[in-house]
T-cell receptor, first 113, second 111 residues
């Protein structure tokens, strides 16, 4: 059973470009979470999704950020018009149901130049 | 202090010694989870303890939870060089699946 997969592992974007981060949950997991980690800090929750539904987006910035988890395919975190402050590691986690362990992927390290 | 605040921020011990890290939180939680993160890598899930549990073991790991004091501890016995990493506690409130992480304890095991 493959773990949570994220791609790309490293992404470099110029200011103003779009960044698309992908997450494939573990097999059998229908709950996906996105977190952001700034250097030397802990992880901060961004959004919680189930298939085709956003359950909790209380940690998402109001502008430029969006997330989806379609019926088929990976979950996508999209950042439009990136700025230098968006540079961080973005982690995806999945769980089989609410209240269970969340298993994390290796992360995508976004660098905005 | 922040939700899920770890103490100490950094800890260096000799290989073979035991390492203890503490975590304090503020809210009424459903469960508390401990994770390990090696430098520049993803998080590895170590153990989950629910609010109605007081102690859990997994190999060389022992986790305690005191809901009256809103605190948890992670004990790693007989430490190894490979245990060098940052350790985070994360809490999940009732009816809320998002995890709130602390800033972590950076553990260094000296061979």
């Amino acid at each position: 059973n493959a773990g949570v997969m994220q791609n790309p592992r490293h992404l470099v974007r110029r200011r103003g470009q779009e960044a698309r981060l992908r997450c494939s949950p573990m097999k059998g997991h229908s709950h996906v979470y996105w977190y952001r980690q700034l250097p030397e800090e802990g992880l901060k929750f961004m959004v919680y999704l189930q298939k085709e539904n956003i359950i909790d987006e209380s940690g998402m910035p109001k502008e430029r950020f969006s997330a989806e988890f379609p019926k088929e395919g990976p979950s996508i975190l999209r950042i439009q018009q990136v700025v230098r402050g968006d540079s961080a590691a973005y982690f995806c986690a999945s769980s089989p149901d609410a209240g269970y362990e969340q298993y994390f992927g290796p992360g995508t390290r976004l660098t905005v130049t | 202090s922040q939700q899920g605040e770890e103490d100490p921020q950094a800890l260096s011990i000799q290989e073979g010694e035991n390492a203890t890290m503490n975590c304090s939180y503020k809210t009424s939680i459903n469960n508390l989870q401990w994770y390990r993160q090696n430098s520049g890598r993803g998080l590895v899930h170590l153990i989950l303890i629910r609010s109605n549990e007081r102690e859990k073991h997994s190999g060389r790991l022992r986790v305690t939870l005191d809901t009256s004091k809103k605190s948890s501890s992670l004990l790693i016995t007989a430490s190894r060089a490979a245990d060098t990493a940052s350790y985070f506690c994360a809490t999940a409130d009732f009816g809320n699946e998002k995890l709130t992480f602390g800033t972590g304890t950076r553990l260094t095991i000296i061979p």
